[in-house]
């Protein structure tokens, strides 16, 4: 099941963030600082950030977390699926597919384009985001820490 993240959920998203970012799944880790940031910021509004809870059978299994932009080449409104953490236990029992279908209903007709970014080695990952549509981009992406 997958349902809009509420105050309630803040210290379980921030454990499960941090397992996220202490996986192979990143490219390294991030201060705990900034998964409290991140959940102020999706209690706070929906304009930037959005926190997801995915349950199985009623446990915590997992989370995923979009950002909205707009973009002139995608004509609209674009939906980053910044993250989706399941935990191992939950893994390969449709989660994934939930939250995505679940994402793209919520913003069907509101949006241009969905966009991820993903390790090329996490190959499980790869193989969901191709089955569902998600195609590769040739672009070199950069970036300028502030």
């Keep these: 099941m997958v349902r809009e993240f509420t105050p309630q959920d803040k210290e379980l998203y921030m454990e499960m ?3 996220f970012y202490h996986s192979p799944a990143v490219l390294h880790p991030v ?3 900034y998964f409290e940031r991140t959940a102020d ?3 706070a509004s929906d304009a930037y950030a959005q926190i997801y809870m995915l349950e199985y059978e009623g446990r915590p299994a997992g989370y995923g977390l979009t950002a909205k932009t707009f973009s002139q080449e995608a004509g609209g409104y674009v939906i980053w699926l910044e993250e989706l953490y399941i935990r191992p236990d939950y ?3 449709g989660l994934g597919s939930e939250f995505f279908s679940y994402v793209e209903n919520k913003y069907e007709g509101k949006a241009a384009r ?3 970014e993903v390790e090329e080695d ?3 990952a790869v193989s969901l ?3 569902l549509g998600y195609k ?3 672009y070199v992406q950069m970036i300028r820490e502030c």
């Design 17 to 19: 963030a941090s397992e």
């Design 31 to 33: 201060p705990d600082a």
């Design 41 to 43: 910021e999706a209690l």
């Design 91 to 93: 893994r390969s029992r």
């Design 114 to 116: 969905f966009r991820l």
């Design 122 to 124: 996490n190959v499980r």
């Design 129 to 131: 985001y191709k089955r």
């Design 136 to 138: 590769s981009l040739d």
